[in-house]
Structures are given as C-alpha cells and as structure tokens.
C-alpha cells in the first residue's frame, strides 16, 4: 500500500507562552486525496500545516510525507512539497517573474529548467501580462495565484494551502476551485486545505478533519460527515407578515422577522407536512432556501459542543 | 540537494541579493560615494595639507586605506542587516525556509550578498580617491585578501544582527551606536602612536583597529600592529561568528516560533 502523503502521530505544540496549541494529533491523508481542515480561529490548523512545513518547531510527535520522516530528512520531505500560506509571505518590490524563478531556485532547478515553467503556471493563473510588474501592484486575488504559482514551480506531489481563498471574490474563488481540482484531477497531486469558506471544502474536498482546541474532534469522509446532518433548517419567505409563530406538530418553528419564518427538519420527517400545516392556516409561502450550507450547520454545532465540553471540563476542574 | 542543486541555490540567493542593492543603487551606492568623496575633499584636501605627514607619508595617502574599509564595513554590515531582516518582516524568508536548501547556503547567500555590496562600495570609493591622490598598492594580495575577509566578517556580524532584531529600530542600534564609533577610533583617520600609552592599550582592544591597519599595511607597506596578528584574529572572528550565525539558523532564533 502507498505511504500517505502526510502522516502526523501525536503532534505536539506548546508555544513558549505556555499556550497549548496541539494537543498530540494524529491524522493520515492518502496520496492523490483533496483533504480540508476545518476549525476556528485558533483551533490549531496553521499550527500544524506551519509545522509540516518548517516554520513552527514542534514540541513532540512524529511527521511524515511520503513516508520520509522530516526529523530524518527534511530536506528531501520539502522537495514534496509545495506550500500557499495565509499572509502575503513575497517580497512586495520584487518582479512577480523574480518571486516565481526564485524559488524554483531555492528547490535547485535550472534558469532553463524553471523559465517555460514560469511561463505555463503564469499563464493558466492568469498572471503572464504582469510578469514584469512588481508583486505590490498585485490586486490581492492576483497575489494569492502568484503564491500558488511559486508553490507549483517545482512540481510538488503534495500542495498545502493555508485558505487560499480569503479575500478573493466569488468568481475569482471559483475559478481558483477549477484550478485546484485540474491539479489534483489531472496530475494527481494531493491537496490539503484549510478554509472558512466551508461551501469550498463542501465543494472540492474527500476527507476531512475538524481541529478544535488542537485536539482532532472529527476525521472523516465529506460525505460521510453530511449523511450524518440530522437537522436542516429552511428559511421561509412569505406572502404576507404574521404576527404569530405557527406551532406546527413535530417541527421546531421560529420567526426570523414578520414574514420570514426558520423551520429545522429533522431526518425522516416531511417537508410538505410544513406546508400543509401553513397552508390550514392560510399562511402562504413564496420561496424557501437553507439557512446554511450544510457542512456549515454540522461545523457550528461540532464546535458549540467541543466548545460546552470544555468549557465544563474547566468548571469541573476548578470545583476540584 | 545534490552538488549542482546547491550551486543553483547558492546563485539563486546571491544574485537576488546583488539585485536587490543594485535596483536600489540611489540608497545603496550613491550615498558612501558622497560622504567618502566629502571626506576626501576636507580631510585630505583642505585639512590634511596643514597636518603634515602621518608614519611618513601625507595625510591623504595615510587615510584612503582607512576610509575605503571604513566604506566596507559599514556597507556589508547594513547589507545583509536590512537585507535579511526586511525578508523576516515580509515573512518572505518564509520561502527559504520551505525549500530543501541547507541553512549554510542561505546563510553564504546573504553574507555573499553584502560582500558584493562592501566590495562594490569599496571599489567606487577607491575610484573617487583616484582623484585625490595616486595609490600604490605594496602587498596586493594582502590587500585583497584583508578586505574580503573584512567584508565577510561583517556581513556575517549584519546576519546576527537582522536575525535577534525584532524591529527596525534593532538593526540600526549597533551600525550607530557601536560599528561607527569603533570605526572612528581604529586608526581611520590617525595613527595611534599619536595616543598616549594608556589610550593606545585601549585602541588594541578595538577589533576593526587590526583590519585597518593590516588594509593599510597592504597599501603603504606600514602598520602600528603585527600583521599575522591581525589576520589570525580576522579569520579567528569569521569562523565562531559564522558557527554562532548557522546555529542560530538551525534552532530557529528569530525566525521559527
């Protein structure tokens, strides 16, 4: 069976403040998989991807790309690698084209080698017209692809992207999405990514880990993770305003504002007994939307309830 | 990395280094040019003439070897200072950090990079002094070998420095408050055999006092301090400030959290 692409066992961060940034993790991600970590701010996901990287030095725990052990070899681990950070991380005075080539350097590849390969990533990230330009001129979606193009310069098996879409606009973000999955389709290149957006992870992940408190609370397939949704909530927008919440038998119903009602819909039960109900008080609706998108919903009550879990953990401590 | 993956690295480094100096030259090169063309004019032209000769020879002849190392030290130090800690606050050193190159070469690129930026200065300054005096150079292969020493050693003392500053301020207190005054004081512009006996022990515990005085030996032929010394101690400082500076890359110090 193939090494994963990254393997981490019982990683560890303490950060010199004494703050517990990871809590002894474990996670695999296979090879060619689309992989999300989700969790809030704080939660431990750039700690560990900064950690798989070399720019935070972790304080126990073992990784591994593609079975190399970076305590081993790191050297050789980062050749498998390409990483997009968070923040701007180029020299913003420098030519979009010196940032690119420059870092095909550092990974040891020839000008020759490097320059079409340049030209290509540029390209198809729609930067060639600006190869000349200095990167501060860069509007900031321009600059999140020249971090993806330098991370790609030397071919990486494995692209980490720390959320690699923030502050990027909806068309910009879904063709980056297009992009990403080209890569990941067409060249087999294993992809993590760490996201608020969780329609992105929705939309372009397999598997994924939820961090919370630097302590994995789910590790799972995306799918998986939404048959497990039990509840989804429906905003209803009516005809015209109650002044009422309508008690419907069985369903939880609530009122956003006078012509707007939310109704959670557990697993089994029927939408058009909602309707029915409404239609018996002469109560009209004109169209109806998730509140959320669905991953979204199950990410916000996995949280409250690590969150609450905590939190009494802490009580509990404190009375002891 | 294999050998020829390392050179890459290696030029990749140095020539964004030598790029980045030379795409700022009117920060870089022009400002020693004017201040050394200053010191030529009133030291040398207007002052000297009535300070007579210095261990024999004329006053602008006795501090030109003082003032072009005075011009790279200065440059290779404030080089790789700014260079490097401009880099950690982009965060683009970020990108070298995540590449399988080796700390020894990241560290070589930078002190390479000042080093060209010293030698260059020094270079230009050694043009201007042209047209103050005729140089003639006893022992070039001293000379040479004294001033890149000399620039290697500051670059390296500028990595150090950029590496424990955590702000901009950081970087300019030991250029300002402890590289000039030092220079002042080794010999640049007098010879310590001027000083009272007291004041001429306290001068040999001046560092950059040997490397001028070894650069201006390779010039005139003339030096208030032993020569073999001196070199001893340059290349002395270069290999524990450079085994001090790859530490401090390896743990992390200032760059890894």
Known sequence: MAEPALSIRGLTKVYGNGFHALKGIDLDVEQGDFFAMLGPNGAGKSTTLGIVCSLVQKSAGKVSIFGIDIDRDFAKAKYHMGVVPQEFNFNQFEQVIDIVLAQAG???????????????LLRDLGLWDKRNGNARMLSGGMKRRLMIARALMHRPKLLILDEPTAGVDIELRRSMWEYMRRINREEGTTIILTTHYLEEAESLCRNVAIINHGEIIRNTSVRGLLAELDTETFLLDLAHPVSDVP??????????????????????????????????????????????NRLEEMFVTMVEQGNEEKAEAERGESRS | MNSIQTAIALLTLVHKEIKRFTRIWPQTLLPPSITMTMYFIIFGNLIGPRIGEMDGFSYMDFIVPGLIMMAVITNSYSNVASSFFSNKFQRSIEEMMVSPMPNWVILAGFVFGGMARGLGVGLIVTIVSLFFTRISVAHPFLTVA??????????????INALLGKKFDDISIVPTFILTPLT??????????????????????????????????????????????????IVTFIVVLFAIALWMLESGKGIRS
């Open chain 1, 106 to 120: 550092y990974f040891g590849m020839s000008r020759r080698e490097a320059l079409p390969r340049a030209e290509r």
């Open chain 1, 247 to 292: 008690a419907i038998d069985g369903f939880e119903v609530r009122q956003v504002d006078a012509a707007q009602l939310a109704v959670a819909v557990h697993r089994g039960q029927r939408l058009n007994d909602v309707f029915t109900a409404l239609s018996e008080r002469d109560i009209q609706v004109v169209s109806m939307r998730n509140r959320a």
């Open chain 2, 184 to 233: 002042y004081l080794g010999g640049v512009f007098y010879s310590i055999s001027l000083l009272p006996s007291f004041w001429q022990g306290v001068s040999m515990l001046n560092p950059i006092l040997y490397m001028v005085n070894v650069f201006r030996y390779g010039f005139l032929g003339v030096s208030d301090i032993p020569v073999g010394w001196a070199l001893a101690a």
């Open chain 2, 146 to 159: 004294v001033v890149v020493l000399t620039a290697a050693l500051f670059s390296i003392g500028g990595f």
